[in-house]
């Protein structure tokens, strides 16, 4: 079993719809959690950092952590062209900076 | 931009040859960590260096070696590339104080091994 899971379909929706993307995850020592964007040819990008259970909302952005379910969520609200690309999420436990990352999805938006 | 840079940006290597990858970090950083990207797959932690030492190392073979230098430079070395090697390597920097720590990732380098 993989470390972190993440579905690694591609999505493709309408603009202005909800894109919801989610990973599980084995390792009950992560306790931090991220989500990264990355466009094509690009390095990934720092969208959203939570730390332990619960919500976190930023913009058009909120992040949600189960540790009971083991189990992140990403939602975008509103989606825009702008917002495709691939979405990684990543994980680490206190006292290991090492990130362990979901193979990402790749988000496209219709206009 | 995260202020992280990266050289070069593509590189072409045959099977056996020796590459060494360079990175910029943010100033002040004192952190580095790299990171390979095959197609289609998350960023796999290769190894990071904290001033200037070794600071965990994945799941990869000792021919992939690495240097940290004071001016918040470093470098990735791989020794005798095989074709599993071609993939996009990422070095991101960060500050590490208390138990948050942010990693800032740089463009990458594209390495194709034929």
């Known amino acids: 079993q993989k470390e972190v899971e993440q579905d690694p379909g591609p999505l493709s929706v309408p603009e202005g719809a909800i894109v919801s993307l989610n990973c599980t995850y084995s390792?009950?020592?992560?306790?931090?959690f991220m989500w990264y964007r990355q466009y094509s040819r690009k390095g990934p990008e720092l969208l959203m950092y939570?730390?332990?259970?619960g919500n976190k909302e930023d913009g058009r952005f909120t992040a949600q952590v189960d540790k009971s379910s083991k189990y992140i969520s990403l939602f975008i609200r509103d989606s825009q062209p702008s917002d495709s690309a691939t979405y990684l999420c990543a994980m680490s436990a206190r006292g290991n900076n090492r990130l362990a990352f979901g193979k990402g999805n790749q988000v496209v938006v219709i206009p | 931009e995260t202020g992280v840079t990266q050289s070069p940006t593509h590189l072409i290597k045959t099977r056996g040859q020796q590459v060494t990858l360079r990175c910029s970090s943010q100033?002040?950083?004192?952190?580095v960590s790299w990171y390979q990207q095959a197609l289609g797959q998350g960023p796999q932690f290769i190894f990071q260096?904290?001033?200037?030492?070794?600071?965990g190392r994945g799941n990869f073979p000792p021919r992939f070696s690495g240097l940290q230098f004071p001016n918040y430079s470093s470098e990735l070395n791989v020794n005798a590339l095989e074709l599993d090697d071609s993939a996009l390597y990422l070095c991101a920097s960060s500050l590490q104080q208390g138990a948050r720590e942010t990693q800032y990732f740089g463009p990458g380098t594209r390495l194709l091994v034929l």
């Open positions: 390792n009950s020592a992560f306790q931090y």
């Open positions: 100033s002040g950083h004192n952190t």
């Open positions: 939570t730390y332990s259970s």
């Open positions: 260096y904290y001033r200037e030492e070794e600071n």
